[in-house]
């Protein structure tokens, strides 16, 4: 079984957010790949998008327990993006991502499937 997710979001609703926004809903390695970016706000626009299509398509599956900050996205040795899960889930899932931005928006789709 194959669920999906997408959501894109203005990057300007990340500009001039207080710390206690980003620590609700990032992780500390999230934070510091995004205040390293030129551009940080664009980045967490990306990863904001990312956990939300996640939370979509997790919920295709009736798994409704997963919050922003269950969700972690790294990039891998190829420098792809990923999900890691940080809150165990009775499912067996493998979950694709891909992310993207320029200069006004973010967007992210996710793929998972049931394995």
């Given at each position: ?7 894109i ?11 206690h ?39 295709g ?8 900050k ?46």
């Amino acid at each position: 079984m194959i669920k999906v997710g997408v959501d894109i979001e203005d990057i300007e609703r990340f500009t001039g957010k207080s710390k206690h926004f980003f620590d609700k809903i990032f992780t500390e390695g999230e934070q510091e790949y995004c205040t390293q970016k030129a551009v940080p706000q664009a980045s967490f626009a990306a990863r904001f998008c990312a956990k939300e299509a996640v939370v979509k398509a997790l919920s295709g599956f009736g798994i409704k327990d997963i919050y922003y900050k269950d969700i972690e996205i790294f990039h891998d040795e190829n420098n792809c993006p990923c999900v890691r899960l940080l809150k165990p889930t009775a499912e067996k899932l493998e979950i694709n991502l891909s992310i993207s931005h320029e200069s006004h928006k973010a967007v992210a789709f996710v793929v998972i499937e049931k394995c």
